[in-house]
């Protein structure tokens, strides 16, 4: 999950002069009073319960945050379920034999009943960002199905990352994903079991689709015609904090019932934050011309031609911007105290996360969460497929090297390293799925070497991966129909290395038949040459 919000330049706000008036009112209307800070400034810590060992669910463990989240609660001591809904993407993440997975959908009563039998907290992470006119209902029938459920198992608390929302702004003016991430926390707040409902702006980190934004237009417009918003003030924060803030919050008291703005400690317009950038990253000052004309539907086109991050997240991403986001408050310092040296400062995570970038130690990836609306039907030869028309393209040829390494060159595809084939034809089929809203072919790879399933990679996703042997990909463009790709690294009986590529698309409708007999003259060149 990715969010959005402004900087504060005067520092961490005064806890005595904003707790009376930031924080929520417990569900019995009073003003949640629990761990002020006494006169001489101390904590009171009476009434915190025991940090021991808790089972905590985590729900988007396959995202962005949910996946970082995993190891520090592991390492924190706490044992951990991961709610998903592919728990197959999980296998290849390296804490993945430490927690338990079970296949469950937010949506579904039933299975998020199973999912939260014996849980402490539970921790959720999920949202409908891209999913159609729908997607607030969705959001709002999984959030009352998780309270519900969590309710009925006994779970103590529920932790919640949302979206900061601008101060005095009608809740009608804010961007529908903001207004959509406000309304669950209030279902969480509203429901019988506690609720910690974080609220940060700009995540930064390695991989966040806010930082990725800021990369990219940074680095690749040394000037820039920018919308309106770079004026916009924003309180980003570090991935580190923000993790930080979710494990501290499992062991609130009883009586914390309410929402925590979380930031760091600046305070930037989006323009100073890509100056900083540019400082921080060792490039040129850059030519920002700020232009009125720029809507965020403008804007998130803008954003989706010029970066990794397609229309369909940048939108939210760039409305989420129109309105100031600064913290009023920074009362979670009260249960989940602050280092030394306060919250991260931007110029520390942005260098933070350009050397996890520059090292390839980048742990997960906004795109880490599939594409909204993507498949997760099965293969069409898997046991359970049930029929209909398939199409298939097959080629293999001997190859005079060992399999070991065919192996790295099939598991180094895409990414900075290409296709292998007819570069011209893949960058024309990249830009065409931007064109009509899809990923397109800049999304890139986690992991230069290194595939994982799970894994996006271009516009294709890793569905399995068996190390030496096969790679098998899932088409995440815009297509009428679904498509795989395999390739193998195999031994025939003479002990030679052959290689052998499989290519395979289910269509939907009469369009799907069209598409490919429209695509199929071109196969030899494109998939002949890989």
Request: some cysteine; hydrophobic content about 40%.
């Amino acid at each position: 999950m990715d969010t959005h919000g402004q900087p504060d330049t005067a520092g961490e706000p005064d806890p005595a002069r904003d707790a009376d008036t930031a924080g929520e009112a417990d569900r019995h209307g009073q003003p949640d009073t629990a761990g002020q800070a006494d006169p001489a400034g101390q904590a009171n810590t009476e009434g915190r319960p025991d940090t021991g060992s808790l089972h905590c669910l985590v729900t988007g463990a396959s995202g962005y945050v949910g996946g970082r989240l995993v190891p520090e609660l592991l390492a924190a001591g706490h044992r951990v379920r991961c709610l998903a809904r592919s728990p197959g993407k999980l296998r290849d993440q390296p804490w993945a034999h430490d927690v338990e997975t079970v296949a469950a959908d937010v949506t579904d009563a039933d299975s998020v009943a199973g999912a939260m039998r014996g849980i402490d907290v539970a921790y959720y992470l999920v949202h409908a960002l891209g999913t159609g006119s729908s997607f607030e209902d969705t959001d709002r029938r999984a959030a009352r199905v998780f309270a519900e459920r969590a309710h009925a198992a006994g779970v103590r608390r529920i932790v919640y990352l949302g979206g900061l929302t601008p101060h005095g702004v009608p809740e009608r003016e804010l961007s529908p994903h903001l207004r959509s991430r406000a309304e669950v926390g209030r279902i969480f707040l509203d429901a019988p079991v506690p609720a910690s409902v974080l609220r940060a702006a700009v995540v930064i980190g390695s991989g966040s689709a806010s930082f990725e934004m800021l990369r990219y237009l940074t680095e690749r417009l040394p000037v820039m015609v920018t919308p309106s918003w770079v004026h916009t003030r924003i309180q980003p924060i570090g991935i580190r904090d923000v993790l930080r803030y979710l494990v501290g919050s499992a062991a609130m008291p009883e009586d914390v019932n309410r929402t925590f703005d979380i930031g760091g400690p600046d305070v930037l317009t989006y323009r100073e934050m890509m100056a900083r950038y540019a400082a921080v990253a060792g490039l040129p000052r850059r030519l920002i011309v700020p232009v009125p004309v720029l809507t965020p539907g403008l804007s998130s086109h803008w954003v989706g031609l010029v970066t990794p991050v397609p229309a369909a997240i940048a939108r939210p991403l760039t409305e989420s911007l129109r309105h100031e986001v600064v913290c009023r408050e920074h009362d979670i310092a009260r249960y989940v105290p602050d280092p030394p040296g306060r919250p991260l400062p931007f110029d520390d995570a942005l260098a933070l996360a350009l050397r996890k970038v520059r090292e390839a130690q980048v742990a997960t990836r906004w795109s880490s969460a599939a594409v909204p609306g993507a498949p997760s039907d099965p293969l069409p030869t898997d046991p359970d497929w049930a029929g209909g028309s398939l199409y298939e393209d097959v080629r293999e040829a001997p190859v005079d090297a060992s399999r070991e390494s065919l192996w790295k060159v099939i598991e180094g595809i895409g990414g900075d390293h290409g296709w292998y084939s007819f570069p011209l034809a893949w960058a024309v089929r990249g830009w065409l799925d931007r064109f009509v809203g899809g990923v397109g072919l800049r999304r890139g790879r986690r992991d230069a070497e290194r595939l994982r399933v799970g894994d996006s990679l271009d516009f294709w996703r890793v569905e399995e991966i068996e190390p030496g042997h096969l790679l098998r990909l899932r088409a995440e463009m815009r297509l009428p129909g679904l498509a795989w790709l395999e390739m193998f690294a195999e031994t025939d009986e003479r002990g030679r290395t052959r290689y052998r590529q499989r290519a395979l698309f289910h269509p939907r409708g009469l369009l799907g038949h069209a598409y490919w007999w429209s695509v199929a003259p071109f196969h030899a060149v494109v998939f002949g040459g890989m």
